[in-house]
Nanobody, 128 residues
Framework: QVQLVESGGGLVQAGGSLRLSCAAS????????MTWFRQAPGKEREFVSA????????AYADSVKGRFTIARDNAKNTVYLSMNNLKPEDTAVYYC?????????????????????WGQGTQLTVSS
């Protein structure tokens, strides 16, 4: 049984930093991509960043490029999203998702539909 458990959300002032974590268990495919999506109230779920577990290739949404960094810890089966220079528009529920045999270079890696596994989400609120 695949489980993705996010943690690290909270309330932070604009310009501040925070790190989200997603602990994964039960993934058995030999290649998979771990991705962060976010969803603000009244908006669609949107792509934030992705990393391939094998090789470590990454992808970022333009809105977070240069401010967010995705990384993985193989030993802990955990993916991290380090967020700097946070803005009020970053406020959302952040979800961790996983998909087998999906390359981060593909456009379809940036939409929710290919992802079979999801975490419960963690709230980030950035105050102005």
């Amino acid at each position: 049984q695949v489980q993705l458990v996010e943690s690290g959300g909270g309330l932070v002032q604009a310009g501040g930093s925070l790190r989200l974590s997603c602990a994964a268990s039960g993934l058995t495919c030999s290649s998979y991509t771990m991705t962060w999506f976010r969803q603000a109230p009244g908006k669609e779920r949107e792509f934030v960043s992705a990393i391939m577990w094998t090789g470590g290739s990454t992808a970022y949404a333009d809105s977070v490029k240069g401010r967010f960094t995705i990384a993985r810890d193989n030993a802990k089966n955990t993916v991290y999203l380090s967020m700097n220079n946070l803005k009020p528009e970053d406020t959302a529920v952040y979800y961790c998702a996983a998909a087998c045999y999906l390359s981060v270079s593909l456009l379809r890696a940036r939409v929710p539909s290919p992802y079979n596994y999801w975490g419960q989400g963690t709230q980030l609120t950035v105050s102005s």
